[in-house]
């Protein structure tokens, strides 16, 4: 290899800085999903990245159940639990069957989800890190974040997107109460604005006002990823009705509850994974 790389227009780098670290591990990466040489260059050098447009997967292809579902729990465990993101498939499959704050409940298989994550990557909504020299491949979504983003959404946009990948249809209370973990919303006048944000983006939109339903007195908003909505589809199933069953503070407080509990169970798994390193 030669001692060192010239830039036109740029000082000579030295070898020293192209030693294997994290960040020449992420560009050879980069090349390899197809990043140009002229960004190579760039982030060798310092120039500032000027980023190619990337193929925009927009809402010209619309996911299925399982695929959502996917990409639901890729972006909640990026934003919930950093430290265990990107994530392998198995953590990822144990992800999208969880039985709190997933509507509906799944019990989907492993060949399931790489499935889903191999079409999630032709639609550049995911992409793969790893796997090279025995390492395990983990997964990430490219909703934000990543040199070859399909999309630049805010941290705010990508908690409210989750909730409605992961629980279906909601309201602004029920989408504040149910981001707790990902982001924090002061009140729901904060929520309002990231809906219409998303609904008004003009690489969007990304979701639609339901009408109101009899009896309710906030309105639902959907996501379009999977296409246009229609709300007789898009009501949460039901089990039966008891006493407050339809109070909406009641739901709200419930669903804080579940997303405590979620939280300590993957602090105790957590917990339990470095005990076993130790032993």
């Not at 039966?240 to 979620?262: I, N, Y």
Request: with cysteine.
């Amino acid at each position: 290899m030669p001692r060192s790389w010239r830039v036109i227009g740029r000082p000579a780098v030295s070898q020293a800085r192209l030693r294997p670290s994290a960040c020449t591990e992420r560009v050879a990466w980069e090349l390899t999903r197809g990043t140009c040489a002229r960004q190579l260059a760039a982030i060798v050098s310092g120039m500032p990245l000027k980023r190619e447009p990337a193929e925009r997967a927009g809402l010209n292809t619309e996911l299925d159940s399982i695929e959502v579902r996917v990409l639901g729990s890729l972006v909640e465990k990026d934003l919930a639990t950093p430290d265990y993101y990107p994530m392998t498939v198995s953590a990822l499959t144990n992800a999208c069957n969880q039985k709190s704050n997933r509507d509906p409940v799944m019990s989907l298989s492993e060949h399931q989800v790489l499935d889903a994550l191999s079409s999630l990557s032709q639609k550049h909504l995911s992409w793969e890190k790893g796997g090279a020299g025995g390492r395990v491949p983990r997964y990430a979504h490219k909703l934000a974040g990543t040199l070859t983003r399909t999309y630049d959404f805010s941290r705010r946009q990508l908690a409210v997107l989750a909730v409605l990948f992961l629980r279906g249809p909601q309201t602004p209370g029920e989408l504040r109460s149910r981001t707790t973990r990902m982001c924090e919303f002061q009140d729901l006048d904060e929520v309002e604005d990231v809906l219409k944000e998303l609904s008004e983006r003009p690489d969007g939109p990304y979701l639609t006002e339901l009408p109101r339903e009899p009896g309710r007195r906030e309105t639902r908003y959907a996501h379009l990823f999977s296409g246009d909505v229609e709300p007789a589809s898009q009501l949460p199933q039901t089990t039966g009705a008891g006493p407050g069953a339809s109070d909406p503070d009641l739901k709200a407080r419930v669903s804080v509850l579940e997303g405590q509990v979620a939280h300590l169970a993957e602090e105790l798994a957590a917990l339990r994974r470095r005990v076993d390193t130790i032993s």
